[in-house]
């Protein structure tokens, strides 16, 4: 099955307001923080169709990949590595028009072109999962998407401790 198109900018919001209501639902009394993921990255791959929808986890001093859509990804990220391990380090969402142009990017698959990433915290604001979202488009991601990816991970939140 062919992936959907990519939502426009303009429509994102939309699109993040109407997830919103069914991720609540969908994650509503899931205790697991692993199916929780997997839902969620499989709910947002669903709706925009971005070439990589999936989370790091926070395992020591590394992140470890956990639940994706997507090809085969790196398995470790380092702290303050990449734009992944950027965003663990400096506790906030990462946005990269361009990955080619960020110094130190990690490159897992040739056809990622731009990126985004959201840290997610504990009970204690503990950085603890990144979502990490690939597009294979150029300048793909805006505060739109910042904004909308922020509200939608605090309903994960609280599944991860």
Partial sequence: MAAPPIISATDRATAYAALEPQLRELLRGEPDPVAAMANFSAALMHTFGWHWVGFYRVVGQELVLGPFQGPVACARIGYGKGVCGTAWKEGR????????????????????????????????????????IDSSALNDFSDIDARGLEALCAILEPTLG
Avoid: K, Y
């Fill in 93 to 132: 969402t990462v946005l990269v028009a361009d990955v080619d142009a960020f110094p130190g990017h990690i490159a897992c698959s040739p056809h990622s072109r731009s990126e985004i990433v959201v840290p997610l915290h504990d009970a204690m604001r503990r950085v603890v999962a990144v979502l990490d």
